[in-house]
């Protein structure tokens, strides 16, 4: 037997299309660069006349782009295994994640490539790292857009990708409009939850899914009841508190809501190495793609047996 594998994205351009260009001292052909991908992949900025307005609005919707793309990585337990610079997109999206994987239990030291060590590329680092990425990206920009600039709003990472982060990871708890500080008083507790919890990242939020009730707004103690992985410690104890408090920070209508939300953000089946490698197996030995149908399926139609 044979393959062929391609790669399918929106464009190939990467940071290191024009770190590539700096190296060769080719300003000229950055700037032509850049404007095709802003007429090509950023409508807003090509609204503007002036190149320099242009250029600055190109790299804030980049920055903002990549802040909410690190967002999704972390809030769906994604490690991308080797973010340097010739693998981060132009575009904002995800791109040449060869050695990915899906985290098993919440550990920010979790690495997915096999080859890095000192865990640069770790799940925790990804936010992080994307920025030193975006500031990498300044060099060769600098050539086309004052430093200071870009400088200003490359320091607006940090709360853009706490503001993406916090939106998605509420969703995840099917809350999607809760006020402040509650949203991130239970953003703050569901992460100390789920780093002590006895099951997986995954597996909590599923749990959460199957057993929401609208109950649990009024009768706290039902919160979870019939999970046994779950241990009563503290930090359990003040995430019902803080999770009902937000519940009741709902009008009861808004109920069913939640359930929706909760069902269409979380999941059932998540594609973790053991998955993966239970589908390559029986194909290898006895060209048998039924577990491999089987999960496309499970993925697909996630609830269609509840």
């Known amino acids: 037997r044979s393959s062929v594998m391609v790669r399918f994205s929106r464009s190939h351009i990467r940071f ?9 001292d080719r300003p000229d052909l950055m700037a032509k660069l850049l404007e095709h991908v802003i ?64 985290i098993d239990r919440y550990d920010p030291s979790f690495t997915a490539a096999y080859f890095d060590h000192d865990g640069r590329y770790s799940y925790g680092n990804q936010p992080g790292i994307c920025q030193l990425n975006l500031k990498a990206l300044q060099k060769p920009l600098a050539r086309l857009i004052p430093t200071a600039d870009l400088e200003a709003i490359l320091a607006t990472y940090p709360q853009r990708y706490q503001g993406h982060y916090q939106q998605r990871m509420l969703a995840k708890l099917g809350l999607v409009d809760l006020p402040e500080p509650l949203a991130a008083e239970l953003l703050n507790q569901t992460l100390a939850l789920v780093q002590t919890l006895n099951m997986g990242y995954h597996d909590f939020f599923l749990a959460l899914t199957q057993q929401f009730s609208p109950q649990w707004r009024d009768q706290p103690e039902l919160i979870f009841a019939t999970t046994l992985a779950i241990s009563q410690t503290t930090a359990w104890e003040q995430w019902c508190r803080t999770y009902q408090s937000s519940l009741l920070s709902l009008p009861a209508e808004a109920l069913a809501a939640v359930s929706s939300q909760l069902h269409r953000t979380n999941p059932k089946t998540v594609l973790l190495r053991p998955a993966i490698e239970a589908i390559w197996e029986p194909i290898t030995l006895r060209d048998d793609w039924q577990p491999f149908n089987q999960l496309l399926r499970q993925i697909q139609y996630p609830f269609s047996q509840e």
Do not use: K
Request: with cysteine.
């Open 39 to 102: 007429d090509v992949y950023y409508p807003g900025p090509r609204l503007y006349r002036d190149r320099q307005e242009r250029f600055l609005s190109f790299y804030d919707d980049l920055v903002d782009r990549v802040a909410a793309l690190a967002a999704q990585w972390m809030a769906a337990g994604f490690c991308h295994g080797v973010l340097n610079t010739d693998n981060m997109s132009i575009t904002g999206e995800s791109f040449d994640y060869g050695p990915y994987a899906f």
């Open 16 to 24: 290191g299309s024009f770190e590539r260009l700096d190296y060769h």
